[in-house]
């Protein structure tokens, strides 16, 4: 048996010698510790996570993110299409015609993105209020990718 006679606080409990008072005062700290732990590094994210489920804040920025890219994307294809129908000797075809049907194509592009986007960000949402499941697998891993 092992002899705690060394260390201060001792009581005896049953006949034998057992750090009763040491124990529950190391408990208590450790659970001190464990609290504040929690508090320092878990319950700020977890009251920044409700706080993105419970306002528009992500929808708000992720839709002013699509129309940039598809503003950037449509550029993009708009001059490889002069450029492919110039090494031909040919001009792009800017009728008015032509420019109603990108215009509606660009406008049913951004009503599908915006669409999903509002879908996914409601799926998140309603994931991080019930505690479901967690990120998606991608998700996790965006923080691990410059590592």
Known sequence: MRDYSEIEGLEEDNHTRLPTKNYQNT???????QW?????RYLPIQDSLLAMASNDTLLTEQLDRNKVNLDNSFSL???NESMRLGRYGLDADNS???ETNNSLLK???M????????????DLQQ???????????SLADIGAKGK
């Open 77 to 79: 294809a708009k001059q």
């Open 96 to 98: 008015s015609q032509s």
């Open 111 to 122: 009503a599908s993105i915006n669409n999903e986007t509002r879908s996914a960000v409601d």
């Open 36 to 40: 504040s732990d929690y508090s320092t």
């Open 107 to 109: 406008g049913l592009t």
């Open 127 to 137: 994931k991080i209020v019930t505690g479901q499941g967690g990120a998606p697998k």
């Open 27 to 33: 408990l208590a700290d450790l659970t001190r510790q």
